[in-house]
């Protein structure tokens, strides 16, 4: 399992240096620190939503609340009358209450009623984006200064987004190696082998929609400071460039293989495809032409790598160590 995980991040990040390459010289102020600010500043939203849906299709669901959770943090924010850092901090918190409310009810739905996790979610968006047509009929508004520009200026010489983006690969490399990280790659690859070992299921998939909920929201506070306004229709182009980036990383969708370093790296390709369109001349009306031809060829390219890992034989790894109940 792990070659498979480790081949998807790989090609995730032999497309990203090999479309960077190409952005250099399309570009003569890529390597500036200007640039390089603001394209991890329009990265970090897509990589702090893609790290939670990672998790949600390892461990064998599906998420489509994601887009809905981020709208609907993005216009509290913007509707946040006072301009003090205390009224700020209330949008934030009230943002961040919303993600986990969705991440546990779509938790409830999936790991305890056993509802379809594409229906649970579908329904939990639906009511997230009416929510925020409510809330903001019409894209406007504005955010506090402390969100923007404050999340997305610099600490000395270290832009906000970078430090993000770093937590979010820290945060997964240490949680991978928990009882908990190894429990959701178990209970993606084989379900009833996971319970018979002992591992509780039902709490592990609520657990994983809860974060994935708080991580969504704070995607919208990151789009929030990054728009500085809020916008209640954008949900569905923001949740396909989130969706594309987990499978740009190599993520398999139905459980049990995917990494959200890989995932972060499948963001942070369609973040430079973006500035290297732009910088190209590109309309960006064409732009959702070439996300899509990148996204269909690293699935490709992806397949072709794990059908091939899967001819040769394996150690057995940690993750099916897990599974079987088999030590280490």
Do not use: W
């Not at 984006?129 to 600490?155: D, K, Q």
Request: hydrophobic share 55%.
């Amino acid at each position: 399992m792990r070659r498979a995980l480790s081949s998807g991040t790989t090609l995730a990040a032999i497309i990203l240096v090999a479309m960077y390459i190409v952005y250099m010289y399309s570009s003569i102020d890529v390597l500036t620190t200007e640039n390089a600010t603001d394209l991890l500043n329009n990265a970090a939203p897509l990589v702090i939503s893609a790290t939670g849906l990672t998790l949600v299709i390892v461990v064998g669901g599906f998420d489509l609340s994601l887009g809905g959770v981020v709208t609907l943090a993005n216009v509290i924010l913007a509707t946040q009358t006072g301009g003090t850092t205390g009224s700020a901090a209330v949008g934030v918190l009230l943002a961040l209450l919303a993600g986990v409310v969705v991440g546990a009810l779509n938790g409830f739905l999936v790991a305890y009623l056993n509802v379809q996790s594409i229906a649970a979610t579908l329904g939990t968006f639906i009511m997230c984006s009416g929510l925020a047509l409510v809330i903001m009929p019409s894209p406007g508004g504005s955010v506090p200064e402390f969100i923007s520009p404050g999340l997305i200026s610099s600490v000395g010489p270290v832009p906000v987004s970078l430090l993000v983006i770093l937590a979010c690969v820290v945060a997964y490399l240490a949680f991978r190696r928990t009882r908990m990280g190894i429990h959701i790659f178990a209970v993606g690859l084989d379900e009833s082998a996971a319970i018979q070992s002992g591992i509780r299921a039902a709490a592990v998939k609520f657990r994983v929609y809860l974060a994935a909920g708080l991580l969504y929201a704070v995607a919208g506070v990151m789009l929030s400071a990054l728009t500085a306004s809020g916008d209640p229709n954008g949900s569905a182009v923001f949740m396909v460039l989130v969706f594309a980036a987990v499978a740009i990383g190599g993520a398999k969708f139905g459980g049990g293989r995917g990494s959200a370093i890989g995932s972060i790296l499948g963001a942070g390709v369609l973040a430079v495809l973006q500035k290297m369109l732009f910088a190209v001349g590109v309309s960006t009306f064409y732009t959702g032409i070439f996300q899509g031809a990148i996204l269909i060829v690293a699935v490709l390219i992806g397949m072709i790598s794990l059908r091939l890992g899967e001819t040769r034989p394996r150690a057995v790894t940690t993750d099916q160590r897990a599974l079987t109940g088999r030590p280490a």
